[in-house]
């Protein structure tokens, strides 16, 4: 079974800085799908972003990016000139590609890290 | 554009009673995933379907059941409330496969947060 660590329970940066968000997996598997959900206060699930293993390059949206290391099992989130909107529980998630049926694409979350600007 | 919708978004029930939480998946959507998220945690996945049918299971007690109708939209039922089942149910619904080789991508409701008391 796969499973997702984060390691940070709380972070904290301040607004228009730069800060990064950790998170490493355990899998077996080649081919993978990872993601990141961001999920404010009203306790809705966004996607933030989401990397295919199979690809080198580092995915990026706006001021989102993440750092893809597949040998050492690393999923890092980068958030550039943070805003006072990017509050929220951060989650590291997991999707396995080897799926045999439609429907067995369940997500693996990690615990979250709860991320603060400081105006 | 239509999102997933989750009902009852608040439920408040007593030990030992049953609930129903219903979801309705973006149209076009075939597939639905259950998951369970307590207080302080991480989502936990519970049940999916795909085309009506169970694809895969989870962490889901024996007194959980789902189904997902034709129309697609599902309903989680649950029973023998315990004080341990209080937490934020999310749906979720994703497109038919793509071939493209990009994931589905799962679009999740607002939630039901049911309470145990």
């Known amino acids: 079974a796969q499973t997702v660590t984060q390691s940070q329970p709380e972070m904290s940066v301040q607004e228009a800085e730069t800060v990064t968000l950790s998170c490493t997996y355990d899998?077996?598997?080649?081919?993978?799908?990872l993601f990141w959900y961001k999920q404010p206060p009203s306790r809705q699930m966004i996607l933030v972003i989401r990397?295919?293993?199979?690809?080198?390059q580092n995915a990026t949206e706006n001021r989102f990016s993440v750092n893809f290391q597949k040998a050492a099992k690393s999923f890092s989130l980068k958030i550039s000139d943070s805003q006072l909107g990017d509050a929220a529980m951060y989650f590291c998630?997991?999707?396995?590609?080897?799926?045999?049926?439609?429907?067995?694409?369940?997500?693996?979350f990690g615990t979250g890290t709860r991320l603060t600007i400081i105006p | 554009a239509a999102g997933v919708i989750q009902s009852p978004r608040h439920l408040i029930k007593e030990k030992r009673e049953t609930a129903t939480l219903k979801c309705y998946p973006i149209?076009?959507?075939?597939?639905v995933y259950w998951y369970q998220q307590g207080p302080g945690q991480d989502p936990q996945f519970l049940i999916s379907?795909?085309?009506?049918?169970?694809?895969d299971k989870g962490s889901i007690p024996d007194r959980f059941s789902a189904q997902q109708f034709s129309d697609y939209h599902s309903e989680l039922n649950m029973s023998s409330l315990e004080l341990g089942d209080s937490a934020l149910y999310f749906c979720?619904?994703?497109?038919?496969?793509?071939?493209?080789?990009?994931?589905?991508?799962?679009?999740f409701g607002p939630g039901t947060r049911l309470t145990v008391l």
């Open positions: 149209p076009r959507h075939d597939t």
């Open positions: 990397q295919e293993a199979y690809k080198q």
């Open positions: 379907f795909y085309e009506k049918m169970q694809s």
């Open positions: 998630a997991y999707r396995s590609m080897e799926s045999a049926n439609f429907g067995n694409e369940k997500l693996t």
């Open positions: 979720a619904s994703s497109p038919p496969l793509v071939t493209s080789g990009a994931p589905n991508e799962q679009f």
């Open positions: 899998t077996s598997e080649s081919d993978y799908y």
